[in-house]
Structures are given as structure tokens and as C-alpha cells.
């Protein structure tokens, strides 16, 4: 079964610095890989996605995520963090085969002025 | 084009009773999926169905809970006898196919049992 870990529930970048935030997956078939993010009391909306082609995927906002399969990794980052980022990130694996999105516990992402 | 509903958005049951929450996904989406999150926790799936079918109830807890997706209206998740364990976040999510495509999310429904 595909599985998601997300390390550090909260994360503080200040303002202009990089966003980075680490998911590793697991998964026994070729994953499926997702981004979203969560505004206090909202729906969870798409960052980004991978499916098949170019491992560097770029999103919404200016965030971007590489696949790297040796690492089972897809790391979220931007460059320069604005206040707006404030949010929870959630990285997510679905496999190929199955519709169940598994995710990871998150990280709320606060900016410091 | 409007996104996925969900209603009600905040729901108040006080244990014993049924909750009901209802998930409109977006226009053309045939597939509908709900997920819960608990407190500090991420989401979990619940249930995956098609219209009239349920594709995959693997995260389905096996007893009060079900789920439907009639031929018309909207998708039902049903909590039967809800106990305080059952407060949570409930996402409904929707997708216009299945592998890989994207599932948009709902508001969510935010149950408080008492």
C-alpha cells in the first residue's frame, strides 16, 4: 500500500527566504504524485501534479516539485516565500491501479514578516 | 463552473443521533471520493464511488458508516449512531476520470458530536 511521510508539522521560513518541504513516498507501482494546499477552514486546492514525463513539474503561486525516483522523493519549493503561503502543505501518492489518494500529516507553513 | 459542494458545512449531532452530509461534485465529474481528517492528522480516504456503484469502501469504518452515489442528486455519507470519536472534517473530492487525474476537493463538512 502506498504511503506518504511529511517530516516537521510546523515549518517557519521568513519572508523572500526558500520554501522547502520534504515528501518521501512508498509505493510498490509507479505513483501518482500530489501537492495541495489547505487555507484555514477551505477545501484542499491542487498545487501540482506528476504523472508521467518531465520529473521537474511546476505549479500554482510560483511552487514547483521534482520527482526523484531514486530517492522516492518529491520535494515542494519556492523560491521566495510570500505572506500569502501561509497554509498547510500536503503531499500525496496515489497508485497506478487504484483511486485512493494517501497523504501525508501535512506542514503548516507559517511567514515570518 | 461551479466547484464541488458540499453541504451542510458545519454539522451538530449530539451522540446517537444520524448524520447526513451531502456532496455535489462538479459538473461532468463521475467520480467521487470522501475523505476524512481528523484532528492533527492528514486526510484519510473513506470511499470511492461511480454513479449507483461503490468502486472501493476500503477506508470505510465496517460498521455506521455508508456511503451512496444515486443516478440522481447527490453523493450521501451516512454516520449512524455517531459517537464523539466521529467529530472530524469530512472532504468530498471529485474527479472527472480515474488514474491520475486530479480529485478537487469540497469545503468540507465539519461535524461536531456532543
Known amino acids: 500500500a502506498q504511503s506518504v511521510t511529511q517530516l516537521g508539522s510546523h515549518v517557519s521560513v521568513s519572508e523572500g527566504a526558500l520554501v522547502l518541504l520534504r515528501c518521501n513516498y512508498s509505493s510498490s507501482v509507479p505513483p501518482y504524485l500530489f501537492w495541495y494546499v489547505q487555507y484555514p477552514n477551505q477545501g484542499l486546492q491542487l498545487l501540482l501534479k506528476?504523472?508521467?514525463?518531465?520529473?521537474l513539474v511546476k505549479g500554482i503561486n510560483g511552487f514547483e516539485a521534482e520527482f526523484k525516483k531514486s530517492e522516492t522523493s518529491f520535494h515542494l519549493t519556492k523560491p521566495s516565500a510570500h505572506m500569502s503561503d501561509a497554509a498547510e502543505y500536503f503531499c500525496?501518492?496515489?497508485?497506478?491501479?487504484?483511486?485512493?489518494?494517501?497523504f501525508g500529516k501535512g506542514n503548516q507553513v507559517v511567514v515570518i514578516p | 463552473n461551479a466547484g464541488v459542494m458540499q453541504n451542510p458545512r458545519h454539522l451538530v449531532r449530539r451522540r446517537g443521533q444520524e448524520a447526513r452530509l451531502r456532496c455535489s461534485p462538479m459538473k461532468g465529474h463521475s467520480h467521487v471520493y470522501w475523505y476524512r481528517q481528523l484532528p492533527e492528522e492528514g486526510l484519510k480516504f473513506m470511499v470511492y464511488l461511480q454513479k449507483e456503484n461503490i468502486i472501493d469502501e476500503s477506508g470505510m469504518p465496517k460498521e455506521r458508516f455508508s456511503a451512496e452515489f444515486p443516478k440522481e442528486g447527490p453523493s450521501i455519507l451516512r454516520i449512524q449512531q455517531v459517537v464523539r470519536g466521529d467529530s472530524a472534517a469530512y472532504f468530498c473530492?471529485?474527479?472527472?476520470?480515474?488514474?491520475?487525474?486530479?480529485?478537487?476537493f469540497g469545503p468540507g463538512t465539519r461535524l461536531t458530536v456532543t
Open positions: 473530492a471529485s474527479s472527472p476520470k480515474e488514474q491520475g487525474y486530479e480529485q478537487y
Open positions: 500525496a501518492v496515489s497508485e497506478r491501479g487504484n483511486n485512493r489518494l494517501a
Open positions: 506528476y504523472t508521467t514525463g518531465a520529473t
